[in-house]
């Protein structure tokens, strides 16, 4: 399996920020699709997730009404457009897939974002 995410960078408060993460190596049927954050000296965190089947959506309180992750099952792609970014919103984002049947975590490496007030 292979996850490789992009569309991180420097943005000021406020503003947006969409990023991708392509998803290769197996069928993704049976899986969740997500990203998560890792805040300087913070544990890794859960952001959103989805669906790869049905496309349920799932989101961290801190980031529902402003967040919204999205899939193309097609080009095997996951995104996350990011609006009204808070400087609590930096840190390096990952994007990870989960297998239901097996409880196995896959993930790719981190883009950073940074938000500056």
């Known amino acids: 399996v292979q996850l490789q995410a992009c569309g991180g960078g420097l943005v000021q408060a406020g503003d947006s920020l969409r990023l991708s993460c392509a998803a290769s190596g197996r069928s993704f049927d049976n899986h969740f699709m997500g990203w998560h954050r890792q805040a300087p000296e913070k544990e890794r965190a859960f952001v959103a997730a989805?669906?790869?089947?049905?496309?349920?959506?799932y989101y961290a309180d801190s980031v529902k009404g402003r967040f919204t992750i999205s899939k193309d099952n097609a080009k095997n792609m996951v995104y996350l457009q990011m609006n009204s970014l808070k400087v609590e919103d930096t840190g390096v984002y990952y994007c990870?897939?989960?297998?239901?049947?097996?409880?196995?975590?896959?993930w790719g490496q981190g883009t950073q974002v940074t938000v500056s007030s």
């Open positions: 990870k897939a989960y297998e239901h049947a097996t409880m196995t975590d896959y």
């Open positions: 989805i669906s790869w089947s049905g496309g349920s959506t």
